[in-house]
Structure formats: C-alpha cells, structure tokens
C-alpha cells in the first residue's frame, strides 16, 4: 500500500465526492488537511470482515467488491463499489467489527479518514451525515429489492434483473460498460458460474442481449 497526504490540492477533489457535497470550503479543507491518500493494487483486501475497524474509505478510483465468505470458501458479493463511494462507515458508526471484506477489484486509489476525524467531520458538518444516510437508505432499498428477488425469482430473472440494474444508457443503447464477469454475477444473485453462463447463452440466443467483446447490450424492445 502507498500512502501520502492530500494536503491543499486534495480540496478539488473532495468537491467532486458526493459524501462531502454541500461541505463549505472551510470545512472541505479541514478534511482534507486530515485525510490520506492510499493506493492499492487489484486484489488488495482493503478491509477483512471481523476486524476492529479504525477508519473509513472513500474510493477515488477503481473499483472495490463488497463481500462475505462461509468456512468451505464460498463467497457472495453485496455489493461492487465505483468511484466517489466510501466504505468502512459501519463499523464507525455502531462501534462493531467490519461488517465484510472490501477487496480491490482493480488497482484503487483511496483516501482514508481515521475514526477521530469522521467522527469530528459528523460532528460539524450536517451535510456529511444526511449524505451517510441517504447513501445507507439507498443500500437499504437495494438489500430489499435483492431479497425480494432471491425469494421471488428463478435465477433467469435474477439474471435479466441484475443486468438491467447495472446497465445504463450510452449513446442510445442500454449497456453494460463496467466490468462485470459471470463469477461476479454469479456471486451476487446466489447461483453457479455455469447456470449464469447457461441462462445468458439463452438470453443471447434469444435476442435479449448481445455480447461484444466483453460489452453487454441489452435489447430494450
Ligand atoms: P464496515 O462494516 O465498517 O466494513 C465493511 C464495509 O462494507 C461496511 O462498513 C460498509 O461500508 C460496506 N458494506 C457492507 N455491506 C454493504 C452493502 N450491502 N452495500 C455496500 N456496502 C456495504
């Protein structure tokens, strides 16, 4: 891991983190006279399920899964973090151990808030705590919406519901543009690698999607 501080430039940056939007400058540059800047490479697990926590993660590039294991080594993902979220916030705010491993999907650059200073940052700025909850309500409504479809769906529609949550419109088609493996999928929706990749030769064969050169289009008619 490398570490450096964020000092005065850091401040063009916190801007553009939708934790800290609606933070005054004054404020934004006490943050980032406290926060470091971390970088790690793919596969680098950030923070491991179980420990004690001492600080919060915001994610300024990269990408970061969300996950959990079993003893036979089964994992499932909860989540795949872009860039602008943070992490490690849990464990902050109820004082319990981390709740997951967060584990560097691509090399990552981060910047790191110890407990002190989030807890004094909650403190004085309003916005930052009402940004956590809106962000923690958001995670809620997710962890709804993924019950819902493990108790109600096959694993056809978790696939086609999965795809169409990730996806999103560029330049008139609805695609896939992050990076999305059939592991990943499959660890996410709670069903094999070879069913996932049965249903999307189905769903290809049908019509509903095509996959180009690792790009998803989904067929919206
Ligand atoms: P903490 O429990 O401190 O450490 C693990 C972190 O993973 C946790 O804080 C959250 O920031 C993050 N996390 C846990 N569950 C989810 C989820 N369902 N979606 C997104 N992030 C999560």
Redesign the pocket.
């Known amino acids: 891991m490398v570490c450096e501080g964020v000092g005065h430039k850091g401040m063009v940056l916190l801007r553009t983190i939708p934790l800290f939007k609606g933070v005054q400058d004054p404020q934004l540059e006490q943050i980032a006279q406290v926060a470091t800047r971390r970088k790690v490479v793919r596969g680098t697990v950030i923070?491991r399920?179980g420990d004690d926590?001492d600080s919060?993660y915001i994610l300024v590039n990269g990408s970061a899964r969300?996950m959990n294991s079993d003893e036979e080594g089964r994992e499932v993902i909860?989540?795949i973090?872009g860039p602008g979220?943070?992490?490690?916030?849990?464990?902050?705010i109820d004082g319990?151990?981390?709740?997951?491993?967060?584990v560097a999907a691509e090399a990552c650059e981060l910047l790191v808030i110890s407990k002190a200073d989030f807890k004094r940052c909650l403190q004085e700025n309003f916005e930052v705590g009402l940004n956590i909850m809106k962000c923690l309500v958001e995670?809620l409504r997710?962890?709804d919406r993924k019950i819902e479809s493990l108790a109600l769906m096959d694993v056809y529609g978790r696939v086609a519901k999965l795809l169409l949550e990730f996806s999103e419109i560029h330049e008139g088609q609805r695609v896939i543009r992050r990076k999305l493996t059939k592991q990943d999928i499959a660890k996410m929706i709670g069903a094999s690698r070879e069913m996932v990749s049965r249903v999307m030769k189905g769903l290809e064969t049908s019509g509903y999607i095509q996959v180009d050169d690792g790009l998803i289009i989904l067929d919206e008619g």
């Open positions: 923070v399920a926590t919060m969300v909860l989540s973090l979220s943070f992490f490690g916030e849990m464990g902050l319990s151990p981390r709740s997951a491993d967060v995670r997710d962890a």
